[in-house]
């Protein structure tokens, strides 16, 4: 079964060392969307900061695949920790 690894960049790259086998193109689409909610939800308030999240999923020759991209940016203009609301 073909191995897949999830690299991800937000601020620093985080290269997948160890990659997750997938059966099909739907099982790695799936897997990098489960992996990137879980991802983004434990950046909190750090993902602002960066204000960028993107994963790569490349295969075993380590090319590239699919790209999943977050984006968050604060268009309030208050800089952060600024706001006591």
């Known amino acids: 079964m073909p191995r897949y690894f999830f690299h991800v960049v937000n601020g620093a790259f985080m290269p997948d060392t160890v990659g997750h086998e997938c059966i099909s193109g739907d099982d790695v689409k799936r897997e990098a969307a489960e992996a990137a909610g879980a991802m983004i939800r434990e950046q909190g308030l750090h993902l602002w900061k960066t204000g960028s999240w993107i994963m790569f999923v490349c295969d ?12 968050a940016r604060d268009l309030t203009g208050v800089l952060s920790g600024g706001d006591t609301h």
């Open 60 to 71: 075993e020759s380590n090319r590239t695949l699919r790209k999943l991209q977050f984006e």
